[in-house]
């Protein structure tokens, strides 16, 4: 089975850096377009971060890791501690240090020293001071994923309370893709008190369905708990290690024989709906994950639609299947909310041609949420949220950092594994853009690791905006290698998010690029 497409990683840290909380079930304001940042420096990366990142390592199983790290702001890591899951077996690593650069467009890398093997090395773009993305370069594995500043008065018990949501998502314990989504409620002194989730794996018949989470509890580490946030949480009979960023977000990985999956725990905030009518607006959604049955391919999806009452209307999607592009259109559906409050709702809709398609999502605020995919023979996750009140191109012109993932579809100049892109680039009201980017494809016959890459591209808006708009990137790396051209069809989500899902043959690749924040 080929590896399971995880999105969810830069999905969500795109949530939060764009979004904050959230808390209204109107459509969300468009930010004011910021000019290019040229002002970044290694001052600007200072403090406690959370870092979390999956992808595959050199046998191409799954590997993900949560981690702690501290900047002093002079191009130095003081200190640095991780957990590892590679296909089901998990260590805490400890580094000696390291060092960091970040340069004027808030790209830079990252080396932590000594613990497992030869350390971690990184290429970084900071999307703010306290956010950002990163790819894995020491060529040991090909992974990505996002970091955020840790708040270090919450490294105790007491800021874990109140009601959350939560993914995961990686393989079972067979090595076949696994989603879980949920809502625990935590009472601030080690306790879950209850909540609910649905899994989906490629081992089971069937998703879950809705599953109670008993009451279980939450403990932080002795050794690492109160100077690096860590701590372990069980949910359902599932334990999981968590680096705390602050007290309404932890960063989750799990650590027992039943799989290994990576994701985050957000707290919910607003008013969450008990009814239909309290989430409607136009929303936007991107997943990643594996076909089950068939070419057992990675697949990519995006779309959008608007909820009313109920009711789905002008339904977008677009999907890459293992190579195999389709594009949807103009088709309706239904969604429900949990009565109860939990935040837990589905949606479906069917296409004449395709078939059904159905989701379970779990909101994090009446504009954002957690999904899962559990259409037949399909497993995967992502992120929805609502749209901006103005998509345009003036609108969004301004800088943004990105990150995608993906796997090649094989040929005779790879064999078929992941490759993982970590860039920056400034989109102009003409709809033009121009960056940088630095990116691994460890199964290519060439050059594994790419640094510095030059990027050009469109992304013109089509009408409202609020639909599939086509966003093209050419990289150039040079030095007598070929230029590649990655089309995308691209959904704008809440604080001007883009999400991304190639619409290529040659790779199935999803990912996001988030508003960068002048320092």
């Excluded at 705390?244 to 607003?270: F, M, P, R, W, Y």
């Excluded at 990105?402 to 790879?414: K, L, M, V």
Aim: hydrophobic fraction near 35%; proline fraction near 4%.
């Amino acid at each position: 089975m080929k590896r399971f497409l995880a999105v969810f990683a830069a999905s969500v840290a795109a949530l939060v850096v764009a979004c904050g909380g959230g808390g209204s079930s109107s459509p969300t304001p468009t930010p004011t377009p910021t000019p290019t940042p040229t002002g970044f420096t290694n001052a600007n990366l200072t403090g406690q971060y959370a870092l979390e990142m999956s992808g595959t390592d050199l046998n191409g199983s799954f590997i993900a890791r949560v981690c702690s790290f501290t900047s002093d702001g002079a191009g130095n890591i003081s200190a640095a501690v991780e957990d590892v899951n590679d296909a089901g077996s998990f260590n805490i690593v400890q580094f000696t240090g390291g060092t960091y650069t970040i340069g004027t467009d808030g790209r830079g890398t990252m080396t932590l020293n000594g613990g497992a093997g030869s350390g971690l090395q990184l290429s970084i773009a900071l999307s703010s001071t306290t956010s950002g993305f990163a790819v894995q370069t020491d060529e040991a594995a090909t992974t990505s994923g996002s970091f955020d500043a840790q708040t270090a008065s919450a490294f105790s018990l007491p800021s874990i309370t109140g009601s959350y949501a939560f993914d995961a998502s990686g393989g079972d314990a067979n090595l076949a893709p696994l989603t879980i989504v949920g809502q625990f409620v935590a009472n601030g002194g080690g306790g879950v008190t209850g909540g609910v989730l649905d899994f989906n794996a490629g081992s089971s018949s069937a998703p879950s369905g809705p599953q109670a989470i008993p009451a279980s509890t939450i403990s932080t580490d002795a050794t690492f708990g109160a100077s690096n946030g860590r701590g372990t949480i069980t949910l359902d009979g599932l334990t999981f290690a968590f680096y705390i960023v602050d007290g309404t977000h932890l960063k989750i990985l799990e650590e027992d024989s039943n799989g290994a999956t990576v994701g985050d725990a957000l707290s919910q905030t607003g008013t969450i709906p008990t009814q239909v009518a309290g989430l409607s607006g136009t929303f936007s959604f991107v997943v990643g994950g594996a076909a089950v049955t068939g070419n057992f391919g990675s697949i990519a999806r995006a779309g959008s639609a608007a909820f009313n009452a109920g009711t789905l209307s002008a339904v977008s999607l677009d999907d890459n299947n293992d190579g195999n592009y389709t594009k949807l259109t103009n088709d309706s559906g239904s969604y429900t909310i949990d009565s109860a409050g939990s935040g837990r709702g589905t949606f479906t809709f069917i296409d004449s041609s395709a078939g059904a398609f159905s989701y379970i999502f779990y909101l994090i605020s009446p504009t954002q949420a957690f999904i899962e995919e559990t259409s037949a023979a399909v497993i995967g996750a992502g992120n929805m949220s609502a749209q901006p009140t103005t998509i345009s191109n003036s609108a969004l012109a301004g800088s943004f950092t990105f990150n995608w993932s993906g796997q090649t579809i094989p040929s005779s100049g790879n064999i078929g594994f992941e490759e993982d892109f970590v860039g920056e680039f400034a989109l102009a009201a003409s709809n033009t853009l121009t960056g940088t980017v630095d990116f691994t494809e460890l199964g290519s016959t060439s050059t594994p690791v790419f640094t510095g890459v030059p990027v050009t591209g469109t992304f013109p808006i089509s009408g409202s905006g609020t639909g599939r708009n086509s966003f093209q990137a050419i990289l150039s790396p040079g030095g007598g290698a070929p230029s590649t051209t990655f089309n995308f069809a691209a959904y704008v989500g809440m604080g001007n998010t883009i999400y991304l899902i190639t619409t290529d043959s040659t790779r199935v690749t999803a990912g996001t690029a988030v508003v960068q924040t002048a320092p």
